[in-house]
């Protein structure tokens, strides 16, 4: 009899934690929404499995990126800059929901440098939810080792995002201003 009475109440217990989580991650995005790859580097670097949601964690939605990319040029790469840009259901830019990530080699764990031919990916996890109905995520910037650096043709870009999706009435900031060095 307690066997079942403790089974009982842990059954109990797992639904009321749950049933809130659950809600939450199924409700929180919009039906429809879509990413979108601007494959701006396709020499050097290719961009793909872009996703953005709303997720419940850490007793709360959180906005979670996820992006792989693999190096398809001929030279080692040190770091590169992606652009993820937001854009609400009313096709306006949300500011700050995305930015300029800066990947240091493979991702934010491992630095050591992306050779030719090989693939990684990597996620940002946001503070809050965001009402993201698209998303555009395209390369900035590439460090190569031998001390090069590419950077994309913004009017490029800019005419990329105008085909992929010209329902957008303005782009937003292309060009994110890099976070200032942290003090050590």
């Known amino acids: 009899m307690l066997k079942k009475l403790a089974a009982i109440a842990a059954l109990v217990m797992a639904m009321a934690i749950h049933t809130p989580a659950m809600a939450q991650l199924t409700g929180s995005n919009f039906a429809g929404r879509k990413p979108v790859i601007i494959n701006n580097a396709a020499d050097y670097l290719t961009l793909s499995d872009f996703t953005f949601e709303n997720t419940y964690r850490d007793r709360s939605t959180r906005f979670i990126r996820d992006l ?30 995305g930015g300029r990530w800066l990947v240091p080699g493979h991702n ?32 900035r910037a590439i460090r190569f080792d031998d001390g090069t650096v590419w950077t994309s043709n913004q009017a490029e870009v800019e005419r990329s995002i105008r085909a992929e999706l010209p329902q957008l009435r303005e782009i937003g900031e292309l060009e994110p201003t890099p976070q200032p060095a942290a003090d050590r």
Not at 75 to 96: C, Q, S
């Open 68 to 97: 792989k990319w693999a190096n398809t040029g001929s030279k080692p790469i040190i770091a590169f800059e992606v652009v993820m840009l937001f854009y609400d259901p009313f096709n306006r830019p949300i500011a700050g929901a």
């Open 108 to 139: 934010s764990a491992n630095w050591s440098a992306l050779a030719p031919g090989q693939t990684d990916g990597d996620g940002l996890i946001g503070l809050r939810d965001q009402n993201a109905f698209f998303g555009i995520a395209y390369v």
